[in-house]
């Protein structure tokens, strides 16, 4: 591209925003021009308001921008960027996040408040890159020159890749999930270190209800402008466990259509996404990678697999209960935050959202 796409990170203090720096530094498309955090932050310079806590210094780019508000986003921004990125907590993002699509800003949020709209795509580009096909009936229906897209919850971010791979071969009738999720996605500071070490909590606000529904708009289909969700139940149990990055899921499914072992490990390790979804950039060149040691995957030796945009899964086993059960293992920083919402930015550049559809080179 002769000149990068201008972007506005919302929320670029945070552990999720952070990323967003981190991750859009030599993006070959994308390059941040404005920053927003709280009143806290507001007015500073961006290295002087964050407290960088991931790997890697400050972008030298991004260091000496001034730190904006966010309350009023679409006259903070102006002209200054096309495409937005949300970190922010879901009650601000519920206030502010609908005026920028109202403004004809593209939107790729990280927050759960739009998330479950009939009207608004739920994206994982590797899955569900149709749903693309609503962004018509929200621009007609809601009157927005803009678009909204959304990515999902952090731990949803694990199970869904398999479960899409297995729903796709087999067909799935139930899924059991049992989430052991890191201290990274509580933000910072998250959870007091005297709760948390030596210590697993069988509790996260708001979370079981996010991790049962959220998959099956993921894998429902579109009708009439609306996501029809896909028809099994998924019960989900969560757990916030002394790690600091990487969401590990034990989940046991029943299939519609018998498997052998053998076709259950093919199913999810040949599961590819689009050849136009392979070619973005931040896409991975091996989507899930299937472990066959016994004790894989582990949250601090997989999490970084292909820059954290991979999943791994291992232990797939018969379960005794359902028909099989597995382990997997998300980055919920990386695929399941920041990089997941710039690989969907990436898809709507690619199919001209963003001006001019973008040509995508062999990897
Ligand atoms: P975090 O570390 O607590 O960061 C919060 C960010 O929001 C900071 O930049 C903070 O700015 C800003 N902020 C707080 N209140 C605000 C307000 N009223 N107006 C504008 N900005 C405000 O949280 P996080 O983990 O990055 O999570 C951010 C969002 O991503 C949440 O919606 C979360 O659910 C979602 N998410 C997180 C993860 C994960 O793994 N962490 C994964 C997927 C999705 P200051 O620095 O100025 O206070």
Redesign the pocket.
């Known amino acids: 591209m002769s000149q990068k796409i201008p972007v506005a990170v ?10 967003f720096v981190s991750l859009l530094e030599d993006h070959p498309w994308f390059e941040v021009t404005v920053v ?7 007015g500073k310079r961006y290295a002087e ?3 960088w806590v991931i790997p890697g210094e400050i972008p030298s780019s991004v260091a000496d921008l001034v ?1 904006e ?3 009023n986003p679409v006259e903070i921004i102006g002209n200054r960027a096309k495409l937005v990125f ?8 519920r206030e ?1 996040e609908p005026d920028l699509p109202a403004a004809g800003y593209v939107l790729a949020s ?4 739009l998330r479950m709209e009939p009207d608004i795509p739920l994206l994982i580009p590797d899955i569900n890159a149709h749903h693309l096909s609503l962004i018509a009936d929200q621009q007609a229906g809601r009157g927005w020159p803009g678009v909204v897209v959304t ?4 731990a949803v ?1 694990s199970f869904v890749f398999p479960l899409k791979a297995l729903n796709d071969a087999f067909g799935v009738t139930q899924a059991h999930v049992v989430t052991m999720q ?1 201290i ?7 959870v007091a270190s005297f709760d948390i070490l030596d210590n697993v909590i069988p509790f996260i606000k708001g979370e079981e209800s996010k991790v049962e529904t959220e998959p099956l708009k993921i894998l429902g289909i579109v009708q009439d402008g609306q996501v029809v969700p896909a028809g099994f139940p998924v019960s989900a149990q969560v757990n916030r466990v002394p790690v600091m ?1 990487g ?1 590990l899921a034990a989940m046991s499914f029943g299939l519609k259509s018998r498997a052998s072992l053998d076709d259950v490990k093919a199913a999810i390790a040949n599961y590819k996404a689009l050849d136009s979804v392979r070619a973005l950039p931040s896409s991975p060149e091996q989507l899930i990678i299937v472990r066959e040691e016994e004790d894989r995957p582990q949250p601090r030796r997989d999490r970084d697999a292909q820059n954290g945009m991979a999943i791994s899964v291992g232990r797939i086993q018969p379960c005794s209960v359902m028909d099989y059960k597995l382990v997997v293992l998300v980055h ?2 990386l695929r ?3 990089g ?1 919402a710039i690989l969907n930015a990436e898809l709507l550049a690619a199919e001209g959202y963003l001006g001019e559809k973008l040509q995508l080179q062999e990897k």
């Open positions: 919302l929320a670029a203090t945070g552990t999720v925003g952070q990323r927003t955090a709280s009143e806290r932050s507001a308001a964050v407290n730190v508000p966010t309350e949300s970190a922010l907590p879901s009650n601000a993002a502010v990280n927050a759960s408040a990515s999902p919850n952090c971010s890191a990274s996605g509580a933000g910072y500071p998250g990055d969401h919920n920083t399941g935050a920041a997941g």
